[in-house]
């Protein structure tokens, strides 16, 4: 059965972005980063809030354009419209039969792309599968939380750690249902 894999980038105090949305101080380069864009090739489908989807913005995607070419993109927003849509993007609303069918329907695993507040509202629910951590050696002090304010405790079994150039690890647990 497929899985809903969270593959995000995170500070050491749970961060995925610092505050106003500073991403600057994530390792951009090296083993473990190419380890990471490799990995993100066997993806066909990616699921992604809002917040997540427009932050792109600021990396030059063009609205309504997948940020990711080879997948399917789904969207999950109660207040994002675009005009023009490509073919691969589909906004959908926070639904968890929807979420089963995509995960269902998907010829890969999904790739939980972010962000804090959908990924929390999917740990809630208990649609995530698996949690790969690229876990950068920085402290934020704030910022986008893992998991926004979900409270769920949850436990996870190891499957793989590797550590990388420029103190980068990748972690990867399977959670516990």
């Not at 639904?95 to 010829?107: A, T, V, Y």
């Not at 649609?127 to 926004?148: E, S, T």
Request: aromatic fraction near 10%; charged fraction near 20%; hydrophobic fraction near 35%.
């Amino acid at each position: 059965m497929k899985k809903i894999i969270y593959y995000v980038a995170t500070s050491l105090d749970g961060f995925i972005s610092g505050p106003n949305n500073d991403v600057s101080n994530f390792v951009g380069e090296g083993n473990g980063v190419e380890k990471y864009l490799s990995d993100l090739k066997q993806f066909s489908t990616v699921m992604m809030g809002r917040k997540t989807y427009e932050f792109g913005y600021l990396y030059g995607l063009t609205p309504g354009q997948p940020a990711y070419p080879h997948m399917e993109h789904y969207i999950f927003s109660d207040s994002l419209h675009l005009e023009n849509a490509h073919d691969l993007l589909h906004i959908e609303t926070l639904n968890i039969e929807r979420i089963q069918e995509i995960k269902e329907q998907s010829p890969t695993d999904v790739y939980l792309c972010g962000g804090g507040e959908f990924a929390g509202w999917l740990l809630d629910h208990g649609q995530i599968d698996i949690l790969k951590l690229k876990i950068n050696p920085i402290i934020l002090g704030g910022g986008v939380k893992l998991f926004g304010d979900s409270k769920t405790n949850v436990n996870m079994n190891l499957q793989e750690s590797q550590v990388y150039d420029n103190g980068l690890q990748i972690v990867t647990y399977e959670l516990i249902k």
